[in-house]
């Protein structure tokens, strides 16, 4: 996974294009597109459309997806039922910094000759390679070296956990990984220590456990076992593991480290086969600080959220400390856009700000993580509504109809005002936002507003609605804050 960067930058800007075009309903001028994203210059964003457009065509069937491109509309993406895996795949497929990230995870160690010779390149491509990559080393516990041989050498828990993690992102059934001689050996396999863990499973589930099956087997059979020197071993005694099957010749740290790489996932899949020993103290002060911090800033949390988030806090960290996650890697494991979410929610994401600079100043761990960082504030939000320091926008709504009609109005608004704070008042008088399906005869206050509407909210009266929310939460903003 160390090796990926550079093709992960314009897998990136592909993927952010894919996003921002999925969100539209009309064609986006490629300006508009370069100012949206901030980073890529307008010529990379004509680059890559040029490149989406060919790939979708080709990989997809025009009912499915299309890739428009305009000289004078911009771009225009239409998909219907289909997702973007066909991409993923075909981006992988031919490239060569994924050809050898696989090649060095797998074999670990390869003839600098041979591994040239199956990517048809020439060492001082190679080298150049490998040496572009060294960013994502960093402290995540791995070393390459490049002479006769090129080696990947380290903690082998790390190493594990980078080839799972790199199987994941680029496969997502083991019947396409080209290595795997006998998938279905491996399914069954996968299958006999699901059976023996406990519980159904998805076949998707089934399919990212076989990966990480698969991994293990793949360094015991090169020699390469957990050991007393691995970063995981002195924290093992502090979890309660289910025993190792008798019909798998793993050693007892192979077997537990396989299980808390799905703890540490934070997926509801394999939580029950790992738990934190309950007078375990791993990192207590750092959990009391955020906790108290959180309450600080947010709210008072009652005993079952301070439980929970304590648990999400203890595996976080846990991950942290095995496996540093650097800025770069840190984008795969989040989906999270904190920038849409500041935009709509200015106020929470400022709150937010302040809870963690407090926390990076008291505690060097937290400044040190930006996995942590992120991962605060998908706990907050789980806690804390995003809208919660959003003033309430008060409405009214009038309907010359009866009140039958009145409430079913009320509920079609209902989805559409879900990520703002509002409420609908029976005076008028103290409403922010008037909506009428009639001319509306009363005169309103200096600082109400009016929208009429139909009896059939169009899509363009929810449109003008969000927009009005939107506009006079800024103005109380001003004035709150």
């Given at each position: 996974?160390?090796?990926?960067?550079?093709?992960?930058?314009?897998?990136?800007?592909?993927?952010?294009?894919?996003?921002?075009?999925?969100d539209q309903d009309d064609f986006l001028p490629m300006q508009t597109i370069v100012d949206k994203l901030?980073?890529?210059?307008?010529?990379?964003?004509?680059?890559?459309?040029?490149?989406?457009?060919?790939?979708?065509?080709?990989?997809?069937?025009?009912?499915?997806?299309?890739?428009?491109?305009?000289?004078?509309?911009?771009?225009?993406?239409?998909?219907?039922?289909?997702?973007?895996?066909?991409?993923?795949?075909?981006?992988?497929?031919?490239?060569?910094?994924?050809?050898?990230?696989?090649?060095?995870?797998?074999?670990?160690?390869?003839?600098?000759?041979?591994?040239?010779?199956?990517?048809?390149?020439?060492?001082?491509?190679?080298?150049?390679?490998?040496?572009?990559?060294?960013?994502?080393?960093?402290?995540?516990?791995?070393?390459?070296?490049?002479?006769?041989?090129?080696?990947?050498?380290?903690?082998?828990?790390?190493?594990?956990?980078?080839?799972?993690?790199?199987?994941?992102?680029?496969?997502?059934?083991?019947?396409?990984?080209?290595?795997?001689?006998?998938?279905?050996?491996?399914?069954?396999?996968?299958?006999?220590?699901?059976?023996?863990?406990?519980?159904?499973?998805?076949?998707?589930?089934?399919?990212?456990?076989?990966?990480?099956?698969?991994?293990?087997?793949?360094?015991?059979?090169?020699?390469?076992?957990?050991?007393?020197?691995?970063?995981?071993?002195?924290?093992?005694?502090?979890?309660?593991?289910?025993?190792?099957?008798?019909?798998?010749?793993?050693?007892?740290?192979?077997?537990?480290?396989?299980?808390?790489?799905?703890?540490?996932?934070?997926?509801?899949?394999?939580?029950?086969?790992?738990?934190?020993?309950?007078?375990?103290?791993?990192?207590?002060?750092?959990?009391?600080?955020?906790?108290?911090?959180?309450?600080?800033?947010?709210?008072?949390?009652?005993?079952?959220?301070?439980?929970?988030?304590?648990?999400?806090?203890?595996?976080?960290?846990?991950?942290?400390?095995?496996?540093?996650?650097?800025?770069?890697?840190?984008?795969?494991?989040?989906?999270?856009?904190?920038?849409?979410?500041?935009?709509?929610?200015?106020?929470?994401?400022?709150?937010?700000?302040?809870?963690?600079?407090?926390?990076?100043?008291?505690?060097?761990?937290?400044?040190?993580?930006?996995?942590?960082?992120?991962?605060?504030?998908?706990?907050?939000?789980?806690?804390?509504?995003?809208?919660?320091?959003?003033?309430?926008?008060?409405?009214?709504?009038?309907?010359?109809?009866?009140?039958?009609?009145?409430?079913?109005?009320?509920?079609?608004?209902?989805?559409?005002?879900?990520?703002?704070?509002?409420?609908?008042?029976?005076?008028?008088?103290?409403?922010?936002?008037?909506?009428?399906?009639?001319?509306?005869?009363?005169?309103?206050?200096?600082?109400?507003?009016?929208v009429p509407i139909g009896t059939n909210l169009s899509r363009n009266d929810i449109k003008t609605i969000?927009?009005?929310?939107?506009?006079?939460?800024?103005?109380?903003?001003?004035?709150?804050?």
């Amino acid at each position: 996974m160390f090796l990926i960067y550079k093709s992960q930058q314009n897998r990136s800007l592909k993927r952010d294009i894919l996003e921002l075009l999925d969100d539209q309903d009309d064609f986006l001028p490629m300006q508009t597109i370069v100012d949206k994203l901030q980073y890529p210059t307008l010529n990379a964003v004509k680059s890559v459309c040029k490149d989406l457009h060919e790939e979708i065509a080709t990989l997809y069937a025009p009912e499915e997806m299309t890739l428009i491109v305009s000289v004078r509309g911009g771009v225009k993406l239409n998909r219907d039922g289909v997702s973007f895996q066909r991409l993923t795949d075909n981006e992988s497929e031919n490239s060569i910094t994924f050809k050898l990230t696989s090649l060095i995870l797998k074999e670990r160690q390869i003839e600098t000759d041979s591994l040239c010779e199956q990517l048809f390149i020439s060492p001082s491509t190679l080298g150049r390679k490998l040496r572009r990559h060294d960013v994502l080393l960093g402290d995540i516990n791995t070393k390459i070296s490049i002479a006769n041989k090129v080696t990947a050498a380290g903690d082998e828990s790390t190493l594990r956990f980078l080839h799972m993690l790199f199987m994941s992102l680029a496969y997502k059934s083991i019947d396409h990984i080209p290595e795997i001689d006998d998938p279905e050996k491996m399914r069954a396999l996968t299958q006999q220590i699901l059976d023996y863990l406990g519980g159904p499973v998805l076949e998707n589930q089934l399919q990212e456990c076989a990966m990480s099956v698969y991994v293990v087997n793949n360094a015991l059979s090169k020699g390469y076992q957990i050991n007393s020197k691995d970063i995981c071993v002195p924290y093992l005694e502090h979890y309660d593991f289910i025993k190792a099957p008798a019909f798998l010749d793993w050693g007892t740290w192979d077997w537990q480290h396989f299980l808390l790489t799905f703890y540490f996932s934070g997926k509801k899949f394999g939580q029950d086969w790992t738990k934190l020993k309950p007078d375990s103290n791993l990192f207590a002060e750092e959990k009391r600080a955020w906790l108290a911090t959180f309450e600080k800033y947010f709210e008072k949390l009652s005993a079952e959220s301070r439980k929970s988030t304590s648990a999400y806090l203890s595996r976080q960290l846990q991950f942290q400390k095995l496996i540093p996650i650097n800025e770069i890697l840190i984008n795969f494991f989040t989906n999270l856009d904190s920038s849409q979410i500041s935009k709509e929610y200015p106020n929470y994401i400022t709150v937010f700000g302040e809870f963690y600079s407090e926390l990076e100043n008291n505690y060097p761990l937290y400044k040190e993580a930006p996995y942590l960082k992120s991962n605060a504030l998908l706990d907050c939000c789980q806690i804390t509504p995003l809208n919660t320091f959003t003033p309430c926008v008060k409405l009214f709504l009038y309907t010359s109809f009866n009140l039958l009609t009145e409430e079913l109005l009320k509920a079609q608004l209902e989805p559409y005002l879900s990520r703002f704070k509002s409420e609908f008042v029976t005076d008028f008088k103290e409403a922010d936002l008037i909506l009428s399906t009639d001319i509306f005869l009363e005169p309103l206050l200096s600082h109400q507003q009016l929208v009429p509407i139909g009896t059939n909210l169009s899509r363009n009266d929810i449109k003008t609605i969000r927009s009005r929310i939107t506009s006079i939460a800024h103005q109380k903003d001003s004035v709150t804050y």
